[in-house]
């Protein structure tokens, strides 16, 4: 699950391409998903995105609301 800015109006994943994503610490278990989720649509974080590594998950949602990344992966509760 991605959680994106309010001004993006992005339906796809491809629409992210080649944009900062925050795709959470290094040590997260979502971070690890994403990548295989990724891998599984042909694409790689490192290759297509910015990828932004966080030190906490709290710093996603701030990077997206202040518009220094596009998307942060958010767990769905």
Not at 15 to 41: M, V
Not at 43 to 60: C, T, V
Request: charged share 25%; net charge negative; aromatic share 2%.
């Amino acid at each position: 699950m991605l959680s994106l800015a309010d001004h993006l109006t992005n339906q796809r994943i491809a629409d992210l391409e080649g944009r900062p994503i925050a795709f959470g610490t290094r040590a997260s278990g979502l971070r690890i998903l994403a990548a295989d989720i990724l891998d599984g649509l042909g694409l790689s974080p490192e290759q297509d995105f910015e990828p932004i590594i966080l030190d906490r998950a709290a710093d996603g949602p701030v990077l997206v609301l202040e518009q220094n990344a596009a998307a942060t992966e958010r767990s769905v509760r």
